[in-house]
């Protein structure tokens, strides 16, 4: 029989991302599955957590991450996943895991190494020109994940929500 039983649920740490990681919980919730939230911190991210470093005897900047700047990336999603999800954290067992790399190229590896069922992830909704010039990390796991992809769209959901609560 076919059964959801570990779902991934990518996250950016945004609140774009909260819509999707909120359906994420809910629907593990309710098959009893766990869920893993993922968080990949890209070169952009990185910067934030160790910022740049002139190597010496040269004039181009070059990063060089401290040791610690995955535990400082885990501690943050640690914070927004308790500051944003604490009413659905004790009801599903919950798995974070912090990698650095390129978003869509780690989310697919992990789906397949983790043997994930269904993979959660938000989308930011963008088009025209910002699309094709940033891509969609979404549009890309889609196309090449290893499992079902449930695609949020921040907007959606909202809509939805409204027409719930007025017919409520």
Known sequence: MFGINKILAPTDLSNLSLVGLRYAF???RALGAEIIVY???DTNELMHYSGYQVHSGGTDPTIHPPSDALEAAKSTLVNFLNK???DLLPLVET???VEMGAPDKNIVERAQADKVDLIVISTHGRTG???ILLGSVTER???TAPCPVVSIHPSQVATTEKKEAASS
């Open 129 to 131: 020109l910002s699309h």
């Open 95 to 97: 798995k974070e895991r």
């Open 141 to 143: 796991v889609v196309r």
């Open 84 to 86: 944003n999800l604490g």
């Open 26 to 28: 809910n629907l593990a």
């Open 39 to 41: 968080h990949v911190v």
